[in-house]
T-cell receptor
Framework: DAKTTQPNSMESNEEEPVHLPCNHSTISGTDYIHWYRQLPSQGPEYVIHGLTSNVNNRMASLAIAEDRKSSTLILHRATLRDAAVYYCIQSSGGSNYKLTFGKGTLLTVNP | DADVTQTPRNRITKTGKRIMLECSQTKGHDRMYWYRQDPGLGLRLIYYSFDVKDINKGEISDGYSVSRQAQAKFSLSLESAIPNQTALYFC???????????????FGPGTRLTVL
């Protein structure tokens, strides 16, 4: 199974940017990087995904390193509602439907 | 109304009982999934289905079975529940979409199952 490495926890202050790192050194050319987050007592929700180029959506930005072995999820202005566990997931080529969730990064946002 | 619903939301049962967890979706998606989550851990895939006639085992299918009654309904059964199946269970859906696409999955609110 494709594996990613994330810090167990990170802390941020409200209204400041947050950069959540992820290493995926085994990534191959057709593997996507997905980010999901899980708010307390809820199911995971999709945040963003990318293949090679940086991606932006209304929730976040995804910066993918040139060698694709790491990526960073960027929350431009953290809010208290962004406190959650963030999962970085590498999906394998033609099996992009198989999401293997690790332990993720617990993000705490301080008021 | 929620797009992906799960029933029941909470269930306490005893060892050896048969339990069925149900999932319904109104998103019109063809793919459906069942995951379990243990405390402090990520989600693990139990079964997934690409359409009504296509059922596949995931990472941890032993002790579980599923039924895809319709495109919108996907049930998970524990034929004889045991305590280590105590967990949070999530159903998810996705659209098959274009090959190689990101395949965003939409999750239900979860079912908390306790097996005594």
């Amino acid at each position: 199974d494709a594996k990613t490495t994330q810090p167990n926890s990170m802390e941020s202050n409200e209204e400041e940017p947050v950069h959540l790192p992820c290493n995926h050194s085994t990534i191959s050319g057709t593997d996507y990087i997905h980010w999901y987050r899980q708010l307390p007592s809820q199911g995971p929700e999709y945040v963003i995904h990318g293949l090679t180029s940086n991606v932006n959506n209304r929730m976040a930005s995804l910066a993918i390193a040139e060698d694709r072995k790491s990526s960073t999820l960027i929350l431009h202005r953290a809010t208290l509602r962004d406190a959650a566990v963030y999962y970085c997931i590498q999906s394998s080529g033609g099996s992009n439907y198989k999401l293997t969730f690790g332990k993720g990064t617990l993000l705490t946002v301080n008021p | 109304d929620a797009d992906v619903t799960q029933t029941p939301r909470n269930r306490i049962t005893k060892t050896g009982k048969r339990i069925m967890l149900e999932c319904s979706q109104t998103k019109g998606h063809d793919r459906m999934y069942w995951y379990r989550q243990d405390p402090g851990l990520g989600l693990r895939l139990i079964y997934y289905s690409f359409d009504v006639k296509d059922i596949n085992k995931g990472e941890i299918s032993d002790g579980y079975s599923v039924s895809r009654q319709a495109q919108a309904k996907f049930s998970l059964s524990l034929e004889s529940a045991i305590p280590n199946q105590t967990a949070l269970y999530f159903c998810a859906t996705s659209d098959s979409g274009l090959a190689g696409a990101g395949n965003e999955q939409f999750f239900g609110p979860g079912t908390r199952l306790t097996v005594l």
